[in-house]
């Protein structure tokens, strides 16, 4: 029987979707993102359903991908386990950009269309991979203990898969994230508009609730039509354009890494070989 990393509840039109994997400070594994993926599923099916949550487990929201994860379990040419010697990885581009293309941006993408409110509660950490669950919602709450940062440049990589950095955040804050790998605290996202609101954290939850009853008196078919105008006026802008290209630009620093180390990131960051055995 496989663990299970997702909590889900549907009560009074709100569903609320939960990260279940605090002791790894939600980190995603392939597995966790299938099963968030199918409670996201559930609840748009479910016509007593008006408004999502999306919140975490623990002291983090999520500590981004977990590398380890990443390929382990592809069959498509992308694999971390080694060769049949148990000795040399044998990743390649089109495994990663297989995996990579369902769970990091098809997932991110299909959750933001669908067609009923979200909101995502954030606390503790945000990192990366954490960056592409809660910029697809609608809605972000932040704990006024919550940071934001993608310090992949420090892996070789560009930015992570999903580019919402630019269309969140501005194209100057956008550059700052990237750049320097910093944490961005609650507030100072607030101030560029990519969170709703900064609460304390143990208001959080109960912030969150209100916020979502709120929104569920609303008409159900109105609130799909505001949502969808809002979504497809950043379409019209670029956005699906540009998040499609982007994740190819991405996918050229897999190949970077790949040609210079056998890896898919480079080992730039400080643990990092450490923490992936190396
Ligand atoms: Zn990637």
Known sequence: ??????????????????????????????????????????????????????????RHFSAGHDIKGVGASGDVGGTGDGNENGQQPSWTLAGIYEIEAKRFLEYSLRWRNVPKPSIAAVQGVCISGGLLLCWPCDLILAADNATFSDPVVNMGIGGVEYHGHTWELGARKAKELLFTGRKMDAYEVERVGMVNRVVPLDELRPATRELAEQIAQMHPFALRQAKRAVNQTLDVQGFYAAVQSVFDIHQTGHGHALSESGLPFLLLLDGMKARIGK
């Open 1 to 58: 029987m496989s663990e299970s990393f997702i909590e889900y509840e549907a009560a009074e039109r709100i569903a609320t979707i939960t990260l279940n994997r605090p002791q790894a400070a939600n980190a995603q594994t392939l597995e966790l993102l299938d099963e968030l993926d199918e409670a996201w599923r559930r609840a748009a099916a479910d016509p007593d359903v008006r408004v999502i949550i999306l919140q975490a487990n623990g």
